[in-house]
Structure formats: C-alpha cells, structure tokens
C-alpha cells in the first residue's frame, strides 16, 4: 500500500464520472447506464468489481486503505501508543486514573496552550471541553501538575513538552 494507492482512490473520487459511477453502485445499481470507461476506473483502484450479475461497488477499499497505512503498533513509542488508547477521533475516552498514563495525556492536552499567553477561565474551559466533558477535571489536573498555572483569574501554560 502506497500513498500513490490513497491518490488514486481520492482522485476516482474527485471526478465527477467516477464519483457519479460510484454513488450508484452503492445505492445498488448493477452498472447498467453507466460510462465504461468510468466503471473501469473505479475497478483499476480497486472500488467496483464485475461479477456474474454486472458490477459492485467495493466500498471496503476505503477500510483497507485506512488499515494498510496506518503505522504498526509495534512501530510508535509507548507514549503514542498510550495516547491512541485514550484518545478517540481527538477527544478522550476517559481520563486516565494512573497518574503516569494520565501525566502522559496531561502533557498532550496542555500543548493547545501557548506559552507566553494568559488565558481566561472561560477560554481554558472551552479549550478543554474539546477534549473531554468533563473540563473542570480536566483543569484541575493541569494545574496539580504544574502544567497550567492560575493568578488573578487568568491561566497561563507553566510546563509540558515544548514544540521546536
């Protein structure tokens, strides 16, 4: 699996022919009415095929896909490896209760705060609610491990990992 492989598919899927061939192959058409080159196509990057009953739209390539070029677990570092565990589509699942796993994450979540800037209690709390309902939490958890400081009613980033 190769980037080339992702390009292809999202350049069938750009096309209008091709995007069009596709959708109704989808819904259940059989390829009947449909452009033969934009069927062949599709089946050249892997989304129709032709069988005994006409074509098929094959829309577990975008599974295979996904699954071919994600990185093996084998491969990321525990810390990367932890963070996938608790994060979901950037948001996270649950808070850790151990607090190494859970200072693993802490370190994550501060890194939307820039060093140098204040921030007040209502723009920390939305910042945080991206991550997790439950902000106030959150917040605290920053702040028992120095990774967010607090004065006059403003916030302002005291640790965690720094992006060069």
């Known amino acids: 699996m190769s ?3 992702i390009r292809q598919v999202l350049g069938l899927l750009y096309q209008d022919d091709t995007r069009e061939a596709f959708a109704r192959l989808v819904l259940g058409g059989t390829g009947d009415g449909l452009s033969q080159k934009a069927l062949a196509k599709l089946a050249g990057g892997g989304l129709a095929v032709q069988d005994g009953n006409g074509w098929r739209a094959r829309p577990e390539r975008f ?3 996904l699954k071919d070029s994600a990185e093996p677990a084998a491969e990321l570092d525990p ?3 932890l963070l996938r565990t608790f994060l979901v589509d950037g948001r996270l699942a649950s808070i850790p209760t151990k607090r190494e796993k859970r200072l693993v994450v802490l370190r994550y979540v501060s890194r939307v705060f820039e060093l140098g800037v204040r921030y007040s209690e209502k723009d920390v709390n939305v910042a945080l ?3 997790h309902d439950d902000y106030a939490a ?3 958890y920053l702040i028992d ?6 004065g006059d009613g403003m916030y ?3 640790g965690g990992p720094v992006d060069l």
Do not use: G, I, K, V
């Not at 491990?145 to 607090?150: H, N, P, Q, V």
């Open 156 to 158: 302002w980033r005291s």
């Open 145 to 150: 491990e120095d990774l967010l400081s607090r």
């Open 129 to 131: 609610r991206a991550f």
């Open 79 to 81: 810390e990367e490896r």
């Open 138 to 140: 959150l917040r605290r």
């Open 63 to 65: 599974r295979e896909l």
């Open 3 to 5: 980037t080339q492989d």
